[in-house]
T-cell receptor, first 116, second 114 residues
Framework: AQSVTQLGSHVSVSEGALVLLRCNYSSSVPPYLFWYVQYPNQGLQLLLKYTSAATLVKGINGFEAEFKKSETSFHLTKPSAHMSDAAEYFCAVSAAGGTSYGKLTFGQGTILTVHP | EPEVTQTPSHQVTQMGQEVILRCVPISNHLYFYWYRQILGQKVEFLVSFYNNEISEKSEIFDDQFSVERPDGSNFTLKIRSTKLEDSAMYFC????????????FGEGSRLTVL
């Protein structure tokens, strides 16, 4: 079984400040980990993914995340927030290999607000 | 850029009525999915579909739900007899490569059951 916990349903930062969105996972098998972003009235868009290659993963729009097995974490960071980063962010996990065929287990989401 | 399209964007129905939500996945993708998000809750997996059959389904996906790929382009989710608790945003997704592949999501269909 797999699960994802996102710490903080709302995060507010100033423009130019560091963005840190926290994600912890639980998985009985090696995980694949994903961050998706959802802008208002749009679908979920993949930001980045970890699929057992490099533990530091770079994604679109300057975001990156680091897979830390010892901490079962996959936190999302961006050095300098832009107003356009305001959205809801979802962390998700799937089972590596097997027959999961892309079944993702999502966290509850974190709404990021960016202040001028 | 290719995208997943869903119709309708919003549907209101009476309890007990049948609803069909439609999706057009990206044309060269082989794996198809439905997820749903009840207001204020997590996005939940419903079903995955590959090679013209269901490959996996969740506990939520009971006999009231069915999926079909009737014509090689559309991918539909049917709810036979809607309940109030079926009110949610339903997301269709498709992928070229399954497990490690990126899932491309549609914008969602909001279903409201009265």
């Amino acid at each position: 079984a797999q699960s994802v916990t996102q710490l903080g349903s709302h995060v507010s930062v100033s423009e130019g400040a560091l963005v840190l969105l926290r994600c912890n996972y639980s998985s009985s098998v090696p995980p694949y980990l994903f961050w998706y972003v959802q802008y208002p009235n749009q679908g979920l868009q993949l930001l980045l993914k970890y699929t057992s290659a490099a533990t530091l993963v770079k994604g679109i729009n300057g975001f990156e995340a680091e897979f830390k097995k010892s901490e079962t974490s996959f936190h999302l960071t961006k050095p300098s927030a832009h107003m356009s980063d305001a959205a809801e962010y979802f962390c998700a996990v799937s089972a590596a290999g097997g027959t999961s065929y892309g079944k993702l287990t999502f966290g509850q989401g974190t709404i990021l607000t960016v202040h001028p | 850029e290719p995208e997943v399209t869903q119709t309708p964007s919003h549907q209101v129905t009476q309890m007990g009525q049948e609803v069909i939500l439609r999706c057009v996945p990206i044309s060269n993708h082989l794996y198809f999915y439905w997820y749903r998000q009840i207001l204020g809750q997590k996005v939940e997996f419903l079903v995955s579909f590959y090679n013209n059959e269901i490959s996996e389904k969740s506990e939520i996906f009971d006999d009231q739900f069915s999926v079909e790929r009737p014509d090689g382009s559309n991918f539909t989710l049917k709810i036979r007899s809607t309940k109030l608790e079926d009110s949610a945003m339903y997301f269709c997704a498709s992928s070229a490569r399954g497990v490690t592949g990126e899932l491309f999501f549609g914008e969602g269909s909001r279903l409201t059951v009265l």
